[in-house]
C-alpha cells in the first residue's frame, strides 16, 4: 500500500500543533519536515527545536528532508529531536557514505535525495547503503510547484536499479505530488508520497488520504 507523507511546509504554522495531529487522524502515514538553510536551496525554514516539539505531539515517524549545506555539523542535532528518517542531499554532501553511515550507525534510518537533474545512475554506488531514495519531482525551496513529467521515467528508472539489486531500498517522491498525479507516481514505483500543498490546502484531510489511496489501489489493480 501507498504511504502518504504530508509535508507541513503547506501546514498553517499558526496551527502547527493542530495540522499535525489532524494529518494523523486523517491516516497519513508520517510527517514530513523539510529543513532549507538558505544557502543550498533559496528558502530558510526551520531546524530541530521545532521536530523536537513536533516529536512531542505525535506518534507518526518523523521524515526529515535535509536541504541544507555541511548536513553533517546537525545530524546529533536531528537525531536527538527526535527524527526517524534523515535525508540527505546528493547535491550537498561531500562525503556521502559517510554521512549515510553515520545515520545508520546512530539507529536512524537514512535517505538520499536526488534533484531533477541528477540522474538515477548516479546513485549506483550508495543505494544499497540507504533505506530510501527520496526523489525530487520539482526543484526544491518551495511548496506548490509543478511535478516535473519526465521524474516518471526516473522513478521507473530507479525501481528497476532496486529490483536488479535485489534491495529493499524505499522509493519517496517529492513535488508537485496531488490527487489527480498520486495513481501515476505509485504506479512507476513510489512507495511514498509526500504531498505538501495538495494535502495541508485541501478541505478535507481525511478524504484527500482517501481519494489517494483509492485512487492508488485502482491503478496498481
Ligand atoms: C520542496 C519540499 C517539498 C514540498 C512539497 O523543496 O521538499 O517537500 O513541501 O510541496 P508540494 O507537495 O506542494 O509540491
Ligand atoms: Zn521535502
Known sequence: MVSIAPSILSADFMNLGKEIRDAEKAGADMIHVDVMDGH?????????FIVKQIKSITELP????LMIEKADRFFDDFIKAG?????????????LHR???YIKDKGVKAGVSINPATPVNALYSIIHEVDLVLLMSVNPGFGGQTFITHSLEKIAGLRTMIAERELNTLIEVDGGVKVNNAAKVHAAGADILVMGSAFFKSEDYKETVKEVRGSCEQKVG
Request: proline share 3%; no cysteine; aromatic share 6%.
Open 83 to 95: 527524527a526517524s528518517v534523515l535525508t540527505v542531499h546528493f547535491e550537498s554532501e561531500r562525503h
Open 99 to 101: 554521512s549515510i553511515r
Open 40 to 48: 543550498f536551496v533559496p528558502n530558510l525554514t526551520i531546524g530541530h
Open 62 to 65: 518523523l521524515d526529515v528532508h
